[in-house]
């Protein structure tokens, strides 16, 4: 059965007047919460979206750049991205939700926080209104704010972002912590790593995406004067 497919069976439980909040109450086994994460990030992307007062195609078009949505999928993405607009609950009570469902795990949260950068940066621009969103998410989540300045820094800048930041050392860590970090963070995201924790294989470009700006931050930091 394809994640979409389970998506579709997920949104089909509801039963009349029930929210979309309500779908995180039911996805926290290991198994479902592939499907939560996919849910997630579409249903906090779309109360994002209207975060700048706008709803655009870019942004819309945005979930693509995350997921691997196959054409006669695009009904039940859109499903999630409207029912989600509609929903009368706010983007905060979908957090709270989002959190339960993770329980304590963090890892699975920051994947779900870069897919959410990525839809903020689809149109090519990032709106105040949206990074005010992102850090409420965040606070919500339990994700410390030196972590999230180091996502924003990896995907909102005109420039590169600091390599060191990017691998979570200090430039006075030694040369030795700073390989043990980049390694580290190469495990992490390694695509059967992600989808252990819950991030669906769909969702692949996550991973790769990641593994870019960690080898682009070692490969500078290498190439440093000493």
């Given at each position: 059965m394809s994640l979409w497919t389970r998506i579709a069976d997920a949104l089909s439980a509801l039963t009349s007047g029930e929210g979309l909040s309500k779908v995180f109450d039911r996805l926290r086994t290991p198994p479902e919460q592939t499907v939560g994460f996919t849910i997630a990030v579409i249903a906090l992307g779309a109360k994002m979206a209207k975060a700048d007062g706008q709803v655009t195609r870019d942004e819309v078009a945005a979930f693509r750049e995350v997921f691997?949505?196959?054409?006669?999928?695009?009904?039940?993405?859109?499903?999630?991205?409207?029912?989600?607009?509609?929903?009368?609950?706010?983007?905060?009570?979908?957090?709270?939700?989002?959190?339960?469902?993770?329980?304590?795990?963090?890892?699975?949260?920051?994947?779900?926080?870069?897919?959410?950068?990525?839809?903020?940066?689809?149109?090519?621009?990032?709106?105040?209104?949206?990074?005010?969103?992102?850090?409420?998410?965040?606070?919500?989540?339990?994700?410390?704010?030196?972590?999230?300045?180091?996502?924003?820094s990896m995907f909102v800048t005109d420039a590169l972002p600091d390599p060191y930041a990017v691998l979570g050392v200090g430039p006075e860590a030694s040369f030795e912590e700073i390989h043990a970090a980049y390694k580290r963070l190469v495990r992490e995201t390694h695509p059967d790593r992600m989808q252990a924790r819950g991030v669906p294989e769909e969702a692949v470009k996550l991973a790769e995406a990641r593994l870019r700006q960690i080898n682009a931050a070692w490969e500078e930091i290498q190439k440093a004067p000493v």
């Open positions: 691997t949505i196959p054409p006669q999928e695009e009904a039940n993405a859109a499903r999630i991205f409207n029912l989600a607009r509609q929903d009368v609950a706010g983007f905060e009570e979908y957090a709270r939700r989002i959190k339960r469902m993770f329980g304590d795990r963090r890892e699975p949260l920051c994947d779900l926080m870069e897919g959410l950068f990525f839809i903020a940066l689809a149109d090519g621009e990032y709106h105040p209104k949206e990074d005010d969103f992102l850090d409420r998410v965040r606070r919500i989540f339990g994700i410390e704010e030196r972590e999230f300045r180091t996502m924003r």
